[in-house]
């Protein structure tokens, strides 16, 4: 029967979703309380735009990169400057474990980011930022939401 079919089906969706996606609202109210709307003249839509980009909003993202650094959470930070993943040398210039930039309350994540868009270059260190959001229209990723 269809309902026999189903349940593997199902069963098996499960366990290949197991990145944990916030809303793109629900960021933009966790980005607005963690004061990053115009911070060194970004705006909220910016951080949005950087972080689906990045990340398809996946706060568990963890990709490895040819050199043996591998990049963490929704901004994909690189563990060979900014996080230390106890694998690879790292400057670690955040002072954090990489695996803190995956933690669902995004507080290490966005901390982090901070520092490196207030180190020179901004959001330019993000290549698909550059790429993807720098010097275009992005007010519709506010669309809908309410920050209060």
Not at 67 to 78: K, R, T, V, W
Request: with cysteine; charged share 20%; net charge negative.
């Amino acid at each position: 029967t269809m309902r026999e079919l189903l349940i593997p089906l199902v069963s098996c969706l499960l366990v290949v979703n197991q990145a944990s996606i916030i809303h793109r609202c629900d960021l933009a109210k966790v980005l607005h309380q963690e004061d990053v709307d115009g911070f060194e003249g970004y705006s909220l839509s910016d951080w949005l735009c950087l972080a689906f980009i990045e990340s398809n909003f996946n706060i568990s993202k963890v990709n490895e990169n040819a050199d043996g650094s591998s990049d963490y959470g929704l901004f994909q930070i690189n563990s060979h400057y900014w996080c230390n993943d106890y694998k690879s040398h790292s400057e670690n210039l955040c002072h954090v474990d990489c695996e803190d930039l995956l933690n669902p309350n995004l507080l290490s994540g966005i901390k982090c980011a901070k520092m490196i868009v207030s180190r020179s270059g901004g959001m330019n260190k993000w290549v698909e930022w550059r790429l993807h959001c720098s010097g275009r229209p992005l007010s519709y990723w506010m669309t809908g939401c309410h920050l209060e």
